[in-house]
C-alpha cells in the first residue's frame, strides 16, 4: 500500500485541467516557457531536451502529446514509422558562429586557427549535423582542420552555450535566437548565404497522444497565436 | 501470525529483487551476444573504454594517495568539530551530480573563483582527460574515505599500541599494523569508489565536455548513442554492468561477504 501510495503521489499533477505534454528541442526553452503557461485548456507540460533523444523516447513507447524539433529529418521519420502525424514546419532559425564579446572570430576561415577551442554538436543532434553540413561546404581541407579543433561534441545547445560563457572554449556553432538569449555575454559571426543551411523547425501530433485535439490546437498555435509570437520575439523567423 | 511476518520479508525481498534486477537482466536480453561483440568492433566504444579505465585508474590512485592517511587521522583522533570536517568529507555522496559538474565549474573552471591560479599553474582542466579524473575523483572520493575511515576505526587499537611499545613509530604502525589488518575495508572502500567513477556521468559532461578519446567517457557514450544507435548504447551498458559486477563479485569472493556491507564500523 505504501507503494502505491507512493506511486500515486508522484504521478499526481495537482491540476484539474488536462495536461498537455509537449516534448520540444531544447534551443526553444524560453519561448516556449513564455508562451504555454496559460494555453487554453490544457496544463502544458514541456520536456525540453536535443531533439534526437526525444525521437529516442518516443520510438522506445513513450507518449508526450506533441513533438516539436529543430529539425525536419526527424519529425518525417517518425511520421513514417507511423509515430507522429505529418509534421507541420512552423519556424526557421539561423546557425551562426557564436564567440565571447572580445573575440577577434569574424569568418569561419578564422575557427581553423592553431590552438582556436571549438565547442560544436555531437553528430546524433541536429546543430551538430547542421555544424557539419556547413564544414563540408568550406574549400579545401578548411572544414577537416576546423573540425580538427573541436574539443566537445555536446549533447545539447545548451553544452555548447555553457563552454562558452564559462570560458572553456573560444566559439561554438549555435542557433542564432541562443545568442540572442544569452544577452550581452555572446556575440553572433554570421555565415555568408552559400554556407547557411536551412533550419527548419517542425512539429506533430505524437500517434497516441492522450489529447490529440488540444494538441493539434498546439501544433497549431506554434505558426500561428501566442507561442508564434513568442518564437519571433526569440529570434526565429517564418517558414 | 507467528507465519506472517516471514512471508512477508520473503515478499519485500522478492519485490526488491525483481525491481533491482529486472532493468539490468533487461540489458543483456535486448542484445545479443553477438551484437555486442559488433559493436565493441565500433572504434569510438573502444576509445570510451579505454578512456573510462584510464581516467577511473587515475582518479584512484589519487584517491588512495591521499583518502588512506586522511581517512587513517579522522578515525583515530578525535578534535573540536570533527563530526563537521566528517560531513563535508561525505557530502558530495549526497550531492546531485549536475550540483557536483556545476560546483567543479565555479570552482576551478575557467571562470571559477581558482580558476586563474589553476591557469596559472600551467593546468588545462576543461574539455582535458584531466577535468574528467577531477570529476571523478570529486565525486567518487567519499565512497572510499567513508569505508576506509569504518576499517581503521574497527582495527583492535591494542595491536597499534603493541607495536608503539616495541619501539615502532605512529607512521611504520600505520603501513605495517593498520593499512594490512584494515586491508578487507579499504579493498571494499576502492571497490564502491571504483563503480562510482566508471558511471560517471553529469558531473564529467558538465565540467570535461564531450568528446572521442580524450573526455568521452562510456557512461557519456552511451547518452550519445542514445539517439542514432540504440542497439550499441545497449552493449556499452552491458559492458558497464559486467565489469562493475566483476569488480563486486570478486571483492565478495577474495573478502568474504561481510567485506562490502559496511557493517565493519
Known sequence: MAVAAALALAGCGGSDEARLVVSAASSMTEPLDECSSDFEGADVRLSFAGSDELAAQIRKGLKPDVYAAANTKLPD?????????????????????????DSDVREPADLARPGLKLVIGSESVPIGSYTREVLSRLPGDEGERILANARSNEPDVQGIVANLTQGAADAGFVYVTDVTAAGDRLTAVKLSPELEPDVMYAAGVVKGAKQPDKARAFVDGLSDGRCADALAKAGFGAP | ???????????????????????????????????????????????????????????????????????????????????????????????????????????????????????????????????????????????????????????????????????????????????????????????????????????????????????????????????????????????????????????KLVHGSGALGGATG
Not at chain 2, 520473503?10 to 534486477?21: D, K, N
Not at chain 2, 579524473?133 to 574515505?145: D, G, H, K, M, N
Open chain 2, 1 to 251: 501470525m507467528r507465519r506472517a511476518f516471514p512471508v512477508l520479508l520473503a515478499l519485500a525481498l522478492a519485490v526488491a529483487l525483481t525491481f533491482l534486477t529486472v532493468p539490468i537482466v533487461a540489458i543483456f536480453v535486448d542484445s545479443s551476444p553477438a551484437e555486442l561483440i559488433d559493436s565493441l568492433g565500433d572504434p569510438g566504444a573502444l576509445d570510451a573504454l579505454w578512456l573510462s579505465l584510464r581516467a577511473t585508474a587515475m582518479a584512484l590512485a589519487l584517491i588512495l594517495i591521499v583518502g588512506t592517511p586522511a581517512a587513517y587521522l579522522l578515525a583515530t583522533r578525535t578534535f573540536r568539530g570533527k563530526s563537521f570536517v566528517v560531513t563535508l568529507v561525505e557530502l558530495p555522496l549526497v550531492l546531485p551530480p549536475a550540483v557536483a559538474g556545476i560546483a567543479l565549474l565555479a570552482a576551478v573552471g575557467p571562470s571559477g573563483i581558482l580558476g586563474g591560479a589553476v591557469e596559472a599553474a600551467g593546468i588545462e582542466l576543461s574539455l582535458q582527460t584531466a577535468g574528467v579524473v577531477v570529476a571523478l575523483t570529486f565525486v567518487a572520493s567519499p565512497f572510499y574515505i567513508r569505508q576506509a575511515m569504518a576499517s581503521f576505526a574497527a582495527v583492535d587499537r591494542t595491536l597499534l599500541d603493541a607495536s608503539r611499545t616495541l619501539g615502532a613509530s605512529e607512521a611504520r604502525g600505520f603501513l605495517r599494523v593498520m593499512i594490512p589488518t584494515a586491508m578487507p575495508g579499504l579493498v571494499a572502500g576502492t571497490a564502491l569508489a571504483l563503480g562510482r567513477a566508471l558511471g560517471e556521468f553529469g558531473a564529467t559532461l558538465m565540467f570535461a565536455g564531450s568528446f572521442r578519446g580524450i573526455t568521452q567517457t562510456v557512461p557519456l557514450a552511451i547518452y550519445d548513442r542514445l539517439g542514432t544507435d540504440f542497439e550499441s548504447a545497449l552493449a556499452l551498458s552491458a559492458v558497464l554492468v559486467a565489469i562493475s559486477a566483476g569488480v563486486l563479485l570478486s571483492v
Open chain 1, 77 to 101: 521519420e517518425l511520421n513514417r514509422e507511423g509515430l507522429l502525424s505529418e509534421p507541420v514546419e512552423f519556424a526557421t532559425n539561423e546557425l551562426v558562429i557564436a564567440v565571447p564579446p
